[in-house]
């Protein structure tokens, strides 16, 4: 397996202060930037989009950014995205009409690529195109919401992932998003995810009185998943 990446999902930050919150978990720690784009359309929310990336690339963030794109349709929103600096472009293939354009769009960009399945969506849509995706991104809740709980019937689909991308031998991350806490993350990457999403575990742990309440969750899912 390849090392393991944190991502803290910007969802739950504090959106007045988000710069801020982005230097302070990646001084914490973290690896990744986890960027959710919801549309009040293809999910029943409304966030953020390639302006506040943009914003973030011109703040100064250097650590990768994986865009986790919850719209529909998606090819005018990879094109924006890949102009705004992202790193990683994840979305549903429900969301788009042409899967495989969708891919090849975002690398032809620069970027790496990935398909995002929602607790009840087959991973046979990863039959024809496995050698064009650089992650598998596997939802363990519905999208839409942070703070939600993790399905359990996602670890046997992680198990199934896995296998799918050992079989392949290509350097494809699995990651995992949704209700990952300190206290369920060793079972999460011992079932094969080596990306790990959180938002309200993380930015939860933020108080006014310690502004660095994330380092200790980072650290704490670091030693679950050094076990
Ligand atoms: C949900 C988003 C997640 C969300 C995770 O649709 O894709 O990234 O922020 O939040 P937690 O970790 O609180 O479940
Ligand atoms: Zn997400």
Do not use: W
């Amino acid at each position: 397996a390849q090392e393991f990446l944190i991502a803290p999902s910007i969802l739950s930050a504090n959106f007045a202060r988000l710069g801020e919150e982005v230097d302070n978990v990646l001084a914490a720690g973290a690896d990744v930037v986890h960027f959710d784009v919801m549309d009040n359309h293809y999910v029943p929310n409304l966030t953020i989009g390639p302006m506040v990336c943009k914003a973030l690339r011109d703040h100064g963030v250097t650590a990768p950014i994986d865009v986790h794109l919850m719209v529909k349709p998606v090819d005018r929103m990879i094109s924006d995205f890949i102009e705004a600096g992202a790193s990683y472009i994840t979305f549903h293939p429900e969301a788009s009409e042409h899967i495989d354009r969708s891919l090849q769009l975002i690398r032809d960009g620069g970027c790496k690529a990935g398909l995002v399945f929602n607790p009840a969506t087959p991973l046979s849509y990863l039959d024809y195109v496995m050698d064009k995706v650089d992650m598998v991104l596997l939802m363990s809740v519905n999208p839409g919401f942070g703070g939600q709980s993790f399905i359990p019937g996602t670890l046997d689909k992680l198990r199934e992932a896995r296998a799918r991308i050992d079989a392949a031998d290509l350097p494809i991350r699995l990651e995992i998003d949704g209700g990952v806490k300190v206290d369920n993350i060793a079972d999460i990457a011992a079932a094969g995810a080596d990306t790990f999403v959180a938002g309200s575990a993380i930015f939860n742990a933020h108080q006014a009185s310690d502004p660095h309440g994330y380092d200790s969750v980072i650290q704490q899912m670091r030693t679950q998943l050094a076990k």
